[in-house]
């Protein structure tokens, strides 16, 4: 039998519409966020220039921001995000650190005018490297235990894809796969966001590795 269960392993906001997006393509999308997320107060509004988002995580901060205020994403889905807030004046970069650092560089967003908005003990090379003002906004942990529901599905072999939106979901997800004892994911399909975040999968591990566009790669059942 064909495996049907399509693991989506990020937080909110966007595990219900990645959630979504998958059921939409017909799979039987399981929830299995590998991170929790602690919002802090939202930033006071100050004279920058831009300000980067490294995630949409990060967004929340921005609550009171006046709307014209220009607005540097990490990649095209939390620039949709922002502009979904209300934010007119949003570019994006290609979905990762890398690609935010060169898109600053080349539109000479540098400096403390700069802001970076960014998780807690995220972003601090990205801020050294722009020498921008770095803020966090918001609070990672990692989940030591996969859901019940993504466990079964992989001991059961019906697991077809994991879904990856970061570094950080990946790193927790293998983590938590090998303290429950897990081993086998020579059936499962990687679909990363980018190649950042697939080059820290082992590639043995997996039946393949893929980026970026795990929807378009993982295509309608």
């Not at 429950?180 to 590795?209: F, N």
């Amino acid at each position: 039998m064909r495996r049907r269960a399509v693991l989506v392993t990020r937080p909110e906001p966007g595990l219900t519409v990645t959630l979504a997006d998958v059921r939409r393509l017909g799979w039987n999308a399981v929830s299995c966020p590998m991170l929790e997320i602690r919002t802090d107060a939202p930033i006071t509004v100050r004279d920058c220039e831009a300000i980067a988002i490294t995630s949409a995580n990060a967004l929340a901060s921005l609550e009171d921001w006046p709307r014209d205020q220009r607005i540097v994403a990490v990649g095209s889905s939390t620039a949709d995000r922002a502009r979904s807030m209300g934010f007119r004046r949003v570019e994006a970069a290609d979905g990762d650190a890398r690609s935010l650092a060169a898109y600053c560089r080349s539109h000479d967003l540098t400096g403390p005018s700069l802001l970076l908005a960014c998780g807690e003990g995220y972003g601090l090379d990205l801020a050294e490297e722009l020498n921008a003002s770095r803020v966090s906004v918001y609070g990672v942990t990692k989940r030591a235990l996969l859901m019940d529901a993504a466990r079964d599905a992989l001991l059961r072999h019906e697991v077809e894809a994991v879904v990856f939106y970061s570094g950080k979901t990946a790193d927790a997800f293998m983590e938590a796969l090998e303290s429950q004892g897990l081993e086998s994911l020579s059936g499962v399909r990687a679909l990363c966001l980018s190649e950042a975040i697939a080059a820290r999968l082992t590639r043995k591990d997996w039946r393949a590795v893929e980026w970026p566009d795990p929807l378009e790669r993982l295509g309608p059942y």
